[in-house]
């Protein structure tokens, strides 16, 4: 499979104007290792496939604490080397005028937060979202021992590649509420960083692929989900159009940038479906 979309079959409305891209990396313990793919990746999508927006996943910087820290706490992480990362990569994003999505792990007032930054063609964090969603409630375990819930105030869009861009990470896949609070703060893009990997879930294939699409389609939005690269991965990364249909899909277990133009502004063939709800029937809370 090529690692550039080709064009698909699109009504005339559709004026590719804008390239985005998702990096599909194995994200490790190892920070450094992180780091180096990370900046590899960030180059190969400003310079192969004149991207101005790439997206990461889930906690591609720091690593993913329930899968790679002792006990799944995030004490172990050396926030130092995370910042020193960060820093590095910013300082990429900048120097390719590119706008960037990393997946990290903050540490603020003694919490732990699994966190997407948004970085501007300045390489400065123009917002954050923390996940609001945690894996692991009813049994105690995986994200709700590393992680804090984001607040309420983390489901906002933000301006970013001349447009507006809505993020959600991972596990809040399962929830179309959030998705569609952002379409309805007028997301035209949703970037969806996540960890999906491990042996014991491959069962989850179909069903994770089905969310992504629907959430695409019923919001009229393009989606843009940047997975891990295993070990185990059971969902490959992706780029949506706001039908549903995957215009350019990674290889599974496999370290690659993907990409394709879109244009924001289509909804759709259908016109977007976004627009048919019956608000008058149902309230969203």
């Known amino acids: 499979m090529s690692d550039t979309a080709e064009d698909p079959p699109r009504a005339a409305e559709w004026k590719p104007r804008l390239t985005v ?11 450094d290792r992180n780091r180096r793919v990370i900046l590899e990746q960030i180059d190969e999508a400003a310079r192969k496939h004149k991207a101005r927006l790439i997206v990461f996943p889930e906690t591609a910087i720091s690593g993913y604490a329930p899968a790679h820290c002792t006990g799944g706490t995030c004490d172990t992480i050396d926030f130092r080397a995370v910042r020193k990362a960060e820093q590095e990569m910013r300082g990429a994003l900048k120097r390719h005028r590119m706008w960037g999505v990393l997946g990290t792990t903050e540490c603020r007032k003694g919490r732990y937060y699994n966190t997407a930054l948004i970085v501007d063609p300045k390489g400065r964090v123009a917002g954050r979202y923390d996940k609001i969603h ?7 375990t995986l994200d709700t021992i590393s992680f804090s819930p984001g607040a309420k105030s983390c489901l906002k869009t933000h301006k970013a590649a001349g447009t507006r861009v809505g993020v959600q990470i991972c596990f809040d896949m399962r929830f179309p509420e959030s998705w569609r609070t952002l379409a309805l703060q007028g997301a035209r893009i949703l970037v969806h960083p996540t960890a999906a990997f491990g042996r014991d879930s491959l069962w989850k294939r179909e069903g994770i692929e089905a969310n992504l699409s629907s959430r695409a389609s019923e919001n009229s939005c393009w989606l843009v989900s940047a997975n891990s690269a295993g070990p185990y991965q059971y969902m490959a990364s992706r780029i949506v159009d706001p039908d549903g249909i995957v215009i350019a899909k990674a290889e599974v277990d496999a370290e690659q940038v993907i990409s394709a133009k879109i244009d924001p502004d289509w909804l759709g063939r259908a016109g977007g479906f976004l627009s048919s709800r019956r608000p008058d029937c149902y309230k969203l809370k």
């Not at 945690?134 to 105690?140: K, N, V």
């Open 21 to 31: 891209a998702a990096a599909q990396m194995e994200v490790r313990a190892d920070i």
């Open 134 to 140: 945690l894996t692991g409630q009813r049994t105690r």
